[in-house]
């Protein structure tokens, strides 16, 4: 099947920071979509991207749809503590959320 | 209340015993779906449908069995639990295919298979 690589696993970084994490694909996707899960919770929708190339920005959050299809990035600026959770990106071939693929996650923690 | 609620939130079982995960959403969306989470996987589709009466396999659907009667449940059945069943399970809805839909998560059942 499909192979989703998020990068980086986790990170460390104190309230302020910015934060970056990717994610690749072995082939192209329509749909790109990241979600935060909390601690004992479901994943939430953050930011959905449609088309390649596309930039979206949902508050301090942006995240892009790489104009090969194949990766997205999002960004968090100004980091704070409810930022903390892990972070999933998702992908499918079809234009909307059918049989996603997901990312193995990165863990952001914020060092007080 | 309005949204997607699954059943158990918690359940210990044991190594061949059948074991039934419910899932109910209030928003009757058309499209269902059943996920596991485990560490270094992140979430892997198991079964999903698109309407009552309509299932299709994901990427490991293997040892386990999905109905959809109604279209506000989609229960999710290990029909003999083995260790490696142990997992949190999330059921998932979104409203339609092609669309720029969401998928709506339920809060997760968390399953120790003994």
């Known amino acids: 099947g499909q192979q989703l690589n998020q990068s980086p696993q986790s990170m460390f970084i104190q309230e302020g920071e910015d934060v970056s994490m990717n994610c690749t694909s072995s082939s192209i996707f329509n749909t790109w979509l990241w979600y935060k899960q909390d601690p004992g919770e479901g994943p939430v929708l953050l930011i959905a991207?449609?088309?390649?190339?596309e930039l979206t920005s949902n508050g301090r959050l942006t995240a892009q749809f790489g104009i090969t299809r194949k990766d997205s990035f999002l960004n968090i600026s100004a980091s704070i503590p409810s930022d903390v959770g892990i972070y999933f990106c998702a992908g499918t071939l079809n234009f909307g959320n059918e049989k996603l693929t997901f990312g193995t996650g990165t863990r952001l923690t914020i060092i007080p | 209340d309005a949204g997607i609620t699954q059943s158990p939130r918690y359940k210990i079982t044991e190594t061949g015993r059948q074991v039934t995960l419910m899932c109910h959403q209030t928003w009757s969306h058309s499209y269902m779906f059943w996920y596991r989470q485990d560490l270094g996987h992140g979430l892997r589709l198991i079964y999903y449908?698109?309407?009552?009466?309509?299932?299709d396999k994901g990427e490991v659907p293997d040892g386990y069995v999905v109905s959809r009667s109604k279209t506000e449940n989609f229960p999710l059945t290990l029909e003999s639990a083995t260790r490696s069943q142990t997992s949190v399970y999330f059921c998932?809805?979104?409203?339609?295919?092609?669309?720029?839909?969401?998928?709506?998560f339920g809060p997760g059942t968390r399953l120790l298979v003994l």
């Open positions: 449908s698109a309407a009552a009466d309509i299932t």
């Open positions: 998932a809805s979104s409203g339609t295919s092609g669309g720029e839909e969401t998928q709506y």
């Open positions: 991207l449609y088309k390649a190339g």
